[in-house]
């Protein structure tokens, strides 16, 4: 984002330049029927294409302005000339290409945005999907500050498909969608990495906050019926790239994993 707002002001400052240049072109150079008045369309375009159609039309008006103070202060030109049908029709022509360039620039940015939130959305949920969390991860690991990456696994997902079909289980990834929502803070992120797996970006302050987190969110979500436990990794303590804390996460939520099937087990013995 801060890339694309450099790049919209540069375009913006070198549209004004270019007023000034074809402004200075037109009063030194300009006479009956050269027709340097045509290279406003060019900062009309500029401006147009980073802004959307309302400023568009409003560089269209800028340049008439120009163009009509150009044939003012012009000597080769009859100052008369700014009170001809080509004044008018320079006025309508160069606001309505502003307008309509400025209309097809701000659709395209808009059909982008949605393409863009397509390919980083898991469909099913909503969440962001894979993509869209490493390059999360990515931006964590650039700021350099101590975060936590839980993994968690959604229990008898497969069991819910295969007994119940798969609405009732889609219904359930749903569910469990919205409860993390409503679970974690404004600031942590979460995604859909796989199809029964979860993943979280938390500020924590080190593994024994990540590992209250993780209760919390497992208390809170087996209260509303759903089974899901995690692994985590702090970064920078246990890892500090994506690879390593996603192989801590997991190993850890392996370990807890197993844990919990051997309690079961012994109580079940």
Same mark, same amino acid.
């Given at each position: ?45 500029? #401006?147009? @294409? +980073? &802004?959307?159609?309302?400023? !568009? /039309?409003?560089? %269209?008006?800028? =340049?008439?302005?120009?163009?009509? *103070? ?18 008018? #029709?320079? @006025? +309508? &022509?160069?606001?309505?290409? !502003? /307008?309509?360039? %400025?209309?097809? =620039?701000?659709?395209?940015?808009? *059909? ?31 700021? %350099? ?125």
């Amino acid at each position: 984002m801060p890339a694309a707002i450099s790049h919209r002001r540069l375009l913006v400052g070198s549209a004004l330049v270019a007023y000034g240049v074809v402004f200075a072109c037109f009063l030194v150079f300009e006479v009956p029927g050269l027709g340097l008045g045509h290279f406003f369309y060019v900062p009309v375009a500029m #401006i147009a @294409l +980073v &802004t959307g159609p309302v400023l !568009g /039309a409003v560089a %269209g008006v800028l =340049a008439a302005a120009l163009y009509m *103070l150009g044939v003012l202060l012009n000597p080769h030109i009859p100052s008369t000339e700014v009170l001809t049908l080509s004044t008018i #029709i320079r @006025l +309508v &022509t160069y606001t309505a290409c !502003g /307008a309509l360039i %400025g209309w097809f =620039a701000q659709d395209n940015r808009r *059909l982008l945005e949605r393409l863009q939130m397509l390919v980083e959305r898991d469909a099913l949920t909503g969440l962001p999907n894979t993509r869209a969390f490493e390059a999360a991860i990515q931006r964590r690991l650039e700021t %350099g500050g101590s975060f936590a990456l839980l993994i968690g696994d959604l229990d008898r997902l497969r069991e819910a498909h295969d007994v119940r079909g798969h609405l009732e289980g889609n219904d359930l990834l749903r569910r469990l969608a919205d409860m993390l929502g409503r679970s974690l803070g404004p600031a942590d992120e979460f995604a859909r990495v796989g199809d029964d797996e979860f993943a979280v970006l938390a500020t924590v302050a080190g593994s024994s906050d990540a590992a209250r987190l993780c209760a919390r969110l497992e208390s809170t979500l087996a209260q509303r019926g759903l089974g899901m436990r995690f692994g985590w990794a702090v970064h920078p303590e246990e890892g500090r790239n994506a690879l390593s804390l996603y192989r801590a996460a997991d190993e850890r939520l392996y370990a807890r994993t197993l844990l919990a099937s051997q309690a079961v087990a012994a109580q079940s013995a």
